[in-house]
């Protein structure tokens, strides 16, 4: 018999939550069965909603009382049944999955690999190579009402890439080949893609220069 579909990072991620939210993570994963069903579902602090279903997926966003939690994709193979023995973890495991979380150490402490960053991610560390770069972009902001430059690049390391979203005096800081660490960056999807951002006080530091404090953006 073949063996049904199972993501483990995608086990992994929501037993990431599941820890910080402390709810179990089969739960958890159950809930995202009904949101699909019933549209919406709710476990614990955790709203989960349904955003889009095609024959081979779905997309679920996460919130909580504090606001976005996570935006997820998760195969229907995967979504078809109950998977209690994938959660049942050993502790040692569980130990290693809490130590992903970035709130607890504020990012300092690790630094991240763009395959492990996750929509909804705070206060990480990441270091690695920018590989494209666009013109500088402008948009009015509706917050501030004033008009906002930013670039959008690439950066890539050994894992994977990600984009990198610079606003008005980061985008002349970067160029193309330079490596960079970005500390207290943060990750969100926005139309459909994954986007890393800066914190309100992280910072960009290009190899060979001072840190760039980032400025807050729209």
């Known amino acids: 018999m073949a063996r049904s579909f ?12 599941s820890q910080k939210y402390e709810v179990e993570a089969i739960k958890l ?5 009904d949101a699909r069903k019933n549209g919406t579902a709710k476990i614990g602090p955790l709203g989960i909603e349904c955003r889009s279903q095609t024959p081979d997926h779905a997309i679920f966003m996460i919130t909580s009382p504090a606001g976005f939690v996570a935006q997820l994709r998760v195969e229907n193979e995967m979504l078809k049944t109950s998977r209690k023995n994938d959660f049942d973890m050993p502790e040692n495991s ?18 991240f690999k763009i395959k492990d960053l996750h929509s909804g991610m705070k206060g990480v560390k990441v270091k690695a ?22 670039v959008r690049a690439a950066i890539s390391d050994d894992t994977g890439s990600i ?9 002349d800081k970067i160029n193309i080949g330079d490596t960079i660490a970005i500390e207290n960056g943060y ?4 139309r459909g893609e994954k986007q890393l951002g800066i914190g309100k006080n992280g910072k960009i530091i290009v190899e060979g220069l001072a840190p760039i404090t980032s400025l807050t953006t729209a």
């Open 6 to 17: 199972v993501n483990k990072g995608l086990i992994n991620y929501l037993s990431y939550i």
């Open 29 to 33: 994963f159950n809930s995202l069965i």
């Open 94 to 111: 569980l130990r290693r999955i809490r130590k992903l979380d970035p709130d607890r150490n504020n990012g300092k402490d690790r630094l």
């Open 129 to 150: 190579r920018v590989v494209s770069k666009s013109t500088v972009q402008k948009v009015f902001s509706r917050y501030t009402y004033s008009l906002l430059h930013f």
């Open 163 to 171: 984009s990198l979203m610079l606003w008005n005096d980061q985008t």
């Open 187 to 190: 990750v969100k999807n926005f």
